[in-house]
């Protein structure tokens, strides 16, 4: 809540994105949504569940890793298909490494962005 009851800022928040990109070229390189896929693949150890807690197709998903991947130049996860158990994919120490930075970093980021856009809504709600 950005500001009190009845206020006009009253159901506004203030979201953000944290994404990787070229310096030069501008072109992204790690998007928030290839982010937030990589940390579901590692809390479900599954690309198939990673997309569907993302409501996202599993060809959408694939292809979301595989941009990751092509950009960087690295492997990011370790996928078994699948077989009687059926198959599953992990963050290789690569992708672990990566996903455990951008996990501190938002930490980080949400830390001040809280104190920052709390004084921002303070500002215009005078």
């Known amino acids: 809540m950005a500001g009190p009851k009845g206020s006009k800022y009253y159901d506004v928040f ?8 070229r310096e030069e070229s501008k072109e992204l390189v790690l998007t928030h949504e290839q982010f937030q896929l990589l940390l579901l693949i590692e809390e479900f150890g599954s690309l198939t569940a990673a997309a569907k807690k993302m409501d996202i197709s599993y060809r959408k998903a694939w292809e979301l890793v595989r941009q990751s991947e092509l950009k960087l ?11 009687r158990d059926g198959g599953h994919s992990t ?12 996990r501190q970093l938002r930490d980080e980021f949400d ?12 500002t215009i709600n005078k």
């Open 14 to 21: 203030l979201d953000y994105s944290i994404f990787l990109s």
């Open 73 to 83: 130049s690295f492997t990011l996860i370790d996928k078994s298909r699948g077989g």
């Open 91 to 102: 963050l290789n120490p690569d992708g672990k490494l990566l996903v455990d930075a951008y």
């Open 111 to 122: 830390e001040s962005v809280k104190r920052v856009v709390k004084k921002f809504f303070q």
